[in-house]
Structures are given as C-alpha cells and as structure tokens.
T-cell receptor, first 116, second 109 residues
Framework: GAGVSQSPRYKVAKRGQDVALRCDPISGHVSLFWYQQALGQGPEFLTYFQNEAQLDKSGLPSDRFFAERPEGSVSTLKIQRTQQEDSAVYLC??????????????FGQGTRLTVV | GENVEQHPSTLSVQEGDSAVIKCTYSDSASNYFPWYKQELGKRPQLIIDIRSNVGEKKDQRIAVTLNKTAKHFSLHITETQPEDSAVYFCAATFNDMRFGAGTRLTVKP
C-alpha cells in the first residue's frame, strides 16, 4: 500500500480480554515504532524495531504488553488482560532509515482501543 | 532515555500573527528533530524537520531553529491562518523518536 496501515481502526474490548493490533508499514521501511496516545496528549513511546529486532521496549507500560515483528515487515502489538487504563489510540509509524537515524517517520491512522 | 518538553501547551493567536512553540530535549546524542501537525481524529503529519548539522530551516511560512548547545529547538509559524489550527508535536530522535506533549494552536479569524 501507499502508506502505513493499521487494523482494526476501532476495537472495543471487555476488561480482561486479550487484543492484537496490527501494523503494516510502508514496504521497505526498516524502522517501526509503536506509540500510545491518550486523549489530548502527545504520542508516548512504547517500542521500536529495526527490521525484526526489537531494539527498545522501554516504553511498554507492563508485562501485559508485547510487540513482535517476526519477518521485519508487519508488526503486532498484543495487550493481555486489558484494563480500562489501556484505553487510548495506538499509533504505528515507520521510516526508511537505511542505516541513518534521520528519516521521516510516517504514521498510520491508529487503532482506537476502548476497554469497557 | 530521551525526554522532550514542549511549551506552551495551548496557544491562541489572531489570524496574521506569528506563533512560536518551543521544545527542549535531554539526550545530546539526538540528531534529528521533526515537527508534526495533528488535526482532530487524524494521524500526525510531518510539517518540517531539522538535522543536527543545521541551525535553521525555513519552508514558506514555517521555520525551525535548533540550538544544540542549549538543547532546544523552536517552531515558528508566520502569517497564521485559521487552517493552521491543530495540535503540534515536536520530537527528538537518536535511535528512537520521542515526542513532546503537544501544543494546541488556535488561530482566530
């Protein structure tokens, strides 16, 4: 596709349910980022991949959050036993990089997760 | 890790006036500083960026300045228009990209 694609766009989960959020980055993009954006706030860093390697997961708020990118393309963010405080928009971004850290990052449209 | 602070959190200006948003960062290794605009319900979109070897960059009504010694950078919008109303985020990048909390800019006609 032409841009970063995320699915689903909207997800309503019952408290305690597991969810999986998908990100399809732009083809060929090396870097992939996940962010959590609460209403009226800036994107909060969750984790960063370079190809299939997860280089930084320091932003994951708890061990209920897990991200993977097994083939260096599509990434999945999994949240186990969802809690109400997990309700937010989850944004994915990708950038070309080519070994440099100075590339524009393109965002997906986000997945709005509501935990009820 | 990198910590980015952004001020002000809200900014209201009259159409035609200038707007300035300021950010500071903590990691001296950061070398790329993008600015994103996010309209309500939409994804963030890059509006301008600056790399560490440059002190200033301009694109029509938008300019960004960078002071690496002081570890701060600023966004300047001149001749503001109502369609500039949005939330603006700064970011600092070394290995990963960290964002400021955002500035809600309102341009009053």
């Amino acid at each position: 596709g032409a841009g970063v694609s995320q699915s689903p766009r909207y997800k309503v989960a019952k408290r305690g349910q597991d969810v999986a959020l998908r990100c399809d980055p732009i083809s060929g993009h090396v870097s992939l980022f996940w962010y959590q954006q609460a209403l009226g706030q800036g994107p909060e860093f969750l984790t960063y991949f370079q190809n299939e390697a997860q280089l930084d997961k320091s932003g994951l708020p708890s061990d209920r959050f897990f991200a993977e990118r097994p083939e260096g393309s599509v990434s999945t963010l999994k949240i186990q036993r969802t809690q109400q405080e997990d309700s937010a928009v989850y944004l994915c971004a990708s950038s070309l990089d080519r070994g440099r850290r100075e590339s524009e990052a393109f965002f997906g449209q986000g997945t709005r997760l509501t935990v009820v | 890790g990198e910590n980015v602070e952004q001020h002000p959190s809200t900014l209201s200006v009259q159409e035609g006036d200038s707007a300035v948003i300021k950010c500071t960062y903590s990691d001296s290794a950061s070398n790329y500083f993008p600015w994103y605009k996010q309209e309500l319900g939409k994804r963030p979109q890059l509006i301008i960026d600056i790399r560490s070897n440059v002190g200033e960059k301009k694109d029509q009504r938008i300019a960004v300045t960078l002071n690496k010694t002081a570890k701060h950078f600023s966004l300047h919008i001149t001749e503001t228009q109502p369609e500039d109303s949005a939330v603006y985020f700064c970011a600092a990048t070394f290995n990963d990209m960290r964002f400021g909390a955002g500035t809600r800019l309102t341009v009053k006609p």
